[in-house]
């Protein structure tokens, strides 16, 4: 007998780890919808600006009634020359301080709360949002914004488990060191990022196959990845 597609949801598709999980699990034979403003390299599009209602809203509509199995957040921003010597949080503007927020804490909020009645089709359902290192206690970066909206995210997560817990969804954060995608590697060649030991991306892969693996019976609520070097 062979076993259904999983539906899978992946936000943030178009680039970095967001891309590399899609492109993963298209290559697996999962139904794959990418979220994204640009054009994703695999998977039913959805195009959407996730930072505003209406984009989150028009995610909802398209998906319209499918059973959903994954929803799968990997999309993050950061302030302008964040992580390099160029970022001065006293010249980031309020802007873009609400769009770090609305993107990385938000979003993600929102998104679980109006796809809980596709999740709940599912016989396993899942939700695993990317977060962030700067995210955890004594950790945080000198990017107020970013850090803000990582340490909201795992809040939200783990209230999200409560609040979700009679519609047996899981819900995980993932708090990621420096993952090695395209952009970061790029940064490190043209020395905007100092030397540094990276983390795989098939780590962050391995971890949410993982995820999506385990019974029903269990849930991870955050895995912690930092580099060794």
């Known amino acids: 007998m062979q076993l259904a597609k999983k539906q899978i949801l992946v936000v943030g598709a178009s680039r970095g780890i967001g891309a590399a999980v899609a492109r993963h699990f298209a290559q697996k034979g999962e139904n794959v919808i990418s979220v994204s403003r640009t054009q994703p390299i695999t998977g039913e599009w959805i195009q959407a600006d996730i930072s505003t209602a209406e984009g989150i809203q028009s995610v909802v509509d398209t998906f319209g009634e499918s059973r959903l199995d994954a929803l799968l957040f990997m999309g993050g921003v950061w302030e302008n020359g964040a992580f390099t010597e160029r970022y001065n949080f006293m010249q980031s503007s309020d802007q873009e301080t609400r769009y770090v927020i609305a993107v990385n804490t938000i979003a993600p909020i929102e998104l679980t709360k109006k796809l809980t009645k596709n999740l709940v089709k599912s016989d396993n359902p899942r939700a695993i ?32 488990n409560i609040a979700l817990h009679d519609y047996k969804i899981g819900v995980t954060v993932i708090n990621p060191g420096n993952v090695a995608t395209e952009e970061v590697l790029a940064d490190i060649e043209e020395g905007r990022f100092e030397q540094q030991v990276l983390i795989p991306l098939s780590d962050i892969i391995s971890s949410i196959d993982w995820i999506l693996t385990l019974s029903n019976a269990v849930n991870i609520g955050e895995i912690n990845m930092q580099q060794k070097g």
């Open 129 to 160: 949002f990317i977060g962030s290192l700067s995210g955890l206690d004594n950790a945080a970066s000198i990017e107020v914004a970013n850090t803000a909206s990582k340490f909201g995210l795992r809040g939200a997560a783990q209230s999200l």
